[in-house]
């Protein structure tokens, strides 16, 4: 059955590095999401992706984060100057190919971020 | 705006046992509503989504979800969990005129003794 990627699945960095969570999504999926979930709180969601453009993002999804599509099969989520409260799991997730709610959003294993 | 609560943070049944984990929502339109269940070390899995239709929908691994229209409610059953069923469920809501994003309860975190 295919599945959401992600790499890595721990990252350690510094406050005010940046840093690159990388997704792959499914193979014909479409839309893709980046959700997080701070330690023992609500999953997030933080922006949806879709024809190479965001369709939505959350309040959280400031100016210090952005996402990409760099080639067909990879999806990213940079964040430029990691701050304390940006330590997380991130979940990536893709859905296709209408985008509506028939179509499941599948979700990767995530990627716990630790910002010290 | 909409909201999702899961009013119980932390359950624990014995195991073969019947199960109940509820999900309130608010949202002014007719809510699509999924259950999504995580193991640890795991992402998200979906167990079942409610669209419209009948308001017993199954899911897999024997998990089923009865929508409640009058009492804003969308709460998972098992009749006989099973130590795997061990995990944290989350109660969702669609928007898909907002991204598609899902909106997330709180979870609850599900303990099976032996």
Known sequence: EPEVTQTPSHQVTQMGQEVILRCVPISNHLYFYWY???LGQKVEFLVS??????????????DQFSVERPDGSN?????????????????????????????????????????? | AQSVTQPDIHITVSEGASLELRCNYSY?????????????????Q?????????????????????????QSSFNL??????????????CAVFRNNAGNMLTFGGGTRLMVKP
């Open chain 1, 36 to 38: 997080r979930q701070i």
């Open chain 1, 49 to 62: 992706f879709y024809n190479n453009e965001i369709s939505e993002k959350s309040e959280i999804f400031d």
């Open chain 1, 75 to 116: 999806f990213t989520l940079k964040i430029r100057s990691t701050k304390l409260e940006d330590s997380a799991m991130y979940f990536c997730a893709s859905s296709g190919p209408s985008g509506q709610a028939t179509d499941t959003q599948y979700f990767g294993p995530g990627t716990r971020l630790t910002v010290l």
């Open chain 2, 28 to 44: 002014g339109a007719t809510p699509y509503l999924f259950w999504y269940v995580q193991s640890p070390g795991q992402g998200l």
């Open chain 2, 46 to 70: 979906l167990l079942l989504k409610y669209f419209s239709g009948d308001t017993l929908v199954q899911g897999i691994k024997g998990f089923e979800a009865e929508f409640k229209r009058s």
């Open chain 2, 77 to 90: 059953r098992k009749p006989s969990v099973h130590w795997s069923d061990a995990a944290e469920y989350f």
